[in-house]
């Protein structure tokens, strides 16, 4: 499993085997890991983790209060299927949120990060060439939450990861139909190459080209 969703463990947040579920699977889900319309079953989830299944309950429940999961009826929980409408209205929302959240980051992201990121868009491009959406997937997520927890943002962090939940499983199915191609453009490099130069504008400018490039898919 990928790095943790840190902004959802903070110092008040106790360290149980729900909260450690919860983490694990909102990772899964920003991730495009669940695909939209599929069941989840509490005691496949309690037993693919080596836990209780009320740590397992209580990890789900809280999905569904961030959107991430519904109830289909009274006994079948979901990954929700994402309308036309409501997905373009998420993309419009990352592109505002985490612009604000990148421009936060911008000091605070060194020589280091600047490497690290420069990586993980290689990753990303072989995963690009070889048709392997899940582990473009995975990368993308990993690039953008490299800046954005940099931010250290108590307020906007928060809210883009609730985001990611619901717009992951949406994304990689819609990746899934358009295939590697949707995806070629490789507005990282920009951001990268905008963070070499110390370019705020243009670090911005870059980040909210690649969410709008979720939108072009749409249309």
Not at 6 to 12: I, L, M
Not at 38 to 50: D, K, L, N, P
Not at 141 to 159: D, G, M, T
Request: aromatic letters at 8%; glycine letters at 6%; hydrophobic letters at 40%.
């Amino acid at each position: 499993m990928t790095t943790e969703s840190t902004a959802s463990r903070t110092a008040f947040s106790p360290d149980t085997a729900s909260t450690r579920l919860h983490r694990a699977l909102r990772v899964r889900l920003c991730e495009g890991d669940l695909t939209p319309g599929e069941v989840i079953s509490i005691r496949r989830i309690a037993a693919q983790y080596g836990t209780g299944t009320m740590p397992a309950r209580e990890a789900i429940r809280w999905l569904v209060t961030e959107g991430a999961l519904i109830f289909s009826d009274s006994r079948k929980i979901i990954v929700p299927e994402l309308s036309h409408d409501r997905f373009h209205e998420i993309l419009f929302a990352r592109k505002n949120l985490e612009t604000e959240v990148s421009r936060q980051a911008f000091d605070n992201i060194g020589t280091a990060d600047i490497e690290a990121l420069e990586r993980i868009d290689e990753q990303i491009n072989e995963a690009i060439a070889q048709g392997d959406l899940v582990s473009y997937m995975r990368g993308n997520y990993q690039f953008h939450f490299h800046i954005y927890r940099l931010s250290q943002s108590q307020v906007l962090l928060p809210l883009v990861e609730i985001l990611w939940l619901q717009y992951g499983p949406s994304m990689r199915y819609i990746c899934t139909r358009w295939g590697a191609s949707s995806i070629a453009d490789d507005y990282h490099r920009g951001v990268t190459q905008a963070l070499r130069h110390g370019d705020l504008v243009s670090f911005c400018e870059a980040i909210a080209a690649d969410i709008e490039q979720g939108m072009l898919l749409l249309e």
